[in-house]
């Protein structure tokens, strides 16, 4: 914690023990004058006066350490809220996680998609029986592969109106298209179906994110060329403010995140950052664990949590390391390790291993001493 947060957190509720006993000490020095000159207050009123003292001080005590505790950390809660909440307190919402079978009820956009990709619809049926159906191809909706169609549905809204167990731990939905009241029928595959996105968690980014400032984590973001459906990404510094002006649904598959933050750089250049906002409908292996959007964006001046020296800075802009790094800026440089472990290099010596593709860091009391090729 800095020393600037904590002393924010005390100014306000230490200011009242302060002057109480500045008060004290003034009163003291006036009766103290006045019982040297009377003989009468000095040997009746002196001692009444000192009790006093003593009671007003027990009564006004200063904060326990557990107390200076809370305060600080409340204060750096408050202090990260700021540079959140900005209208409304809505922001303050947490996303929800729904697992498959809790779907009922449950509305989801059908993402549109990269030019390369919206031949194959969506995986998304006109009947029960899905890819197996018989009959004759409806071919205003529907694909040779019974696939519905892209043109069609891309960027519809579906009611899911019951979920079934299936299989190999899948299930099988049936939902409501906004289109013409359509039912249209899916089957999971690794818990997911590709191509929906939870419709709450549009609203929930645009309350979060919508007019605030975010900084970039990756320490870059992606351009995107509508005409040729085409991403490009640009460096930024983690330092960048970016300036979100406008939240919606992204496309898909690349990249798979349906949320993009659409962002002004510092040089007036506009861009985008793709997150999750939850993980519904999330494979169960890109689960990652705290909000969904943790590894690609801050949400304040990264500068105002850790007081670090620029050079820490500049390494990590630049994806290095340096000797002496801790743990949270080695993360920050090269992303989360592959794995994480221990080990003993002698019989009281312990370290912590971090293992990347072709690197192995090792660190003693949170502090980088060595970086080896595998």
């Known amino acids: 914690m800095s020393f600037e947060i904590y002393g924010m957190a005390l100014h306000t509720k230490l200011q009242w023990f302060f002057l109480c006993n500045i008060c ?37 005590p200063p904060p326990s350490g557990e107390q200076l505790s809370q305060i600080a950390q ?19 919402k947490q996303p ?17 998609k990269t030019a390369m990709f919206q031949r194959f619809g969506y995986l998304l049926y006109l009947t029960p029986a899905l890819a197996d159906a018989t009959g004759p191809v409806n071919d205003v909706m529907e694909l040779s ?3 519905i ?35 249209l029928y899916g089957k999971t595959s690794g818990g997911v179906i590709e191509g929906l996105a939870l419709a709450d968690d549009l609203e929930g980014a645009s309350d979060r994110w919508m007019n605030t400032t975010v900084y970039s984590r990756r320490r870059a973001v992606e351009m995107f060329d509508s005409t040729a459906s085409r991403f490009q990404s640009r460096k930024v510094s983690v330092l960048d403010p970016l300036n979100v002006f406008d939240v919606t649904w992204g496309r898909t598959p690349l990249p798979t995140k ?3 933050i659409h962002v002004e750089c510092p040089d007036s ?5 793709p997150v999750h906002y939850s ?11 705290g909000l969904p959007w943790k590894e690609e964006i801050f949400e304040h001046n990264p500068q105002e949590l850790y007081t670090w020296d620029p050079l820490f800075w500049d390494a990590i802009d630049n994806h290095k390391l340096l000797i002496g790094m801790n743990t949270k800026q080695v993360e920050l440089s090269w992303g989360i390790p592959e794995k994480k472990g221990k080990d003993w290099k002698s019989d009281t010596l312990q370290v912590d291993v971090w293992l990347y593709s072709g690197n192995r860091l090792v660190f003693h009391n949170d502090s980088l001493v060595l970086s080896e090729v595998r």
């Open 74 to 92: 409340q204060s750096e809660k408050e202090k990260e809220g700021d540079s959140i909440v900005h209208t409304s307190p809505a922001v303050q």
């Open 258 to 260: 349906p949320i993009w």
């Open 96 to 112: 929800v996680y729904y697992e498959v079978d809790k779907w009922e009820g449950k509305r989801f956009v059908l993402l549109k």
């Open 149 to 183: 169609k892209y043109h069609l549905f891309a960027g519809a809204y579906v009611t899911v109106s019951s979920v079934k167990p299936d299989t190999h731990g899948e299930y099988r939905i049936t939902c409501i298209s906004d289109i013409q009241s359509l039912p």
């Open 269 to 273: 250049s506009r861009a985008i950052i």
């Open 145 to 147: 592969s019974r696939r």
């Open 279 to 289: 993980w519904t409908n999330v494979v169960k292996e890109k689960r990652g664990k």
């Open 24 to 60: 004290i000490v003034i009163i003291m020095s006036i009766l103290l004058v006045v019982t040297l000159r009377m003989r009468m207050f000095r040997e009746k009123i002196m001692p009444i006066v000192c009790i006093l003292f003593c009671f007003l001080l027990l009564c006004t």
